[in-house]
């Protein structure tokens, strides 16, 4: 079994960023040390639900990559 990013729930409820700028607004004080690796289990995680038919790739608000829950 493939556990999920906990920041997926909070990523599909926000505003339609990339993963990197919601990242930079949600982690703090070591964890920001890290980013570049919640980035990439937040993406195999949403890649995943897009693979699914969960998710969908859209365009974030500046034109970058972004994932919405699929309506």
């Not at 919601?22 to 964890?31: D, M, N, Q, R, V």
């Not at 890290?34 to 500046?62: K, N, W």
């Amino acid at each position: 079994m493939t556990r999920d990013s906990q920041y997926v729930d909070s990523y599909l409820n926000g505003p339609a960023y990339t993963v990197g700028t919601f990242l930079k607004y949600t982690l703090a004080g070591k964890a920001a040390r890290y980013m570049g690796r919640y980035a990439a289990a937040l993406t195999r995680s949403l890649e995943r639900r897009v693979q699914t038919g969960e998710v969908i790739v859209a365009t974030s608000i500046r034109g970058g990559r972004a994932y919405r829950r699929a309506e």
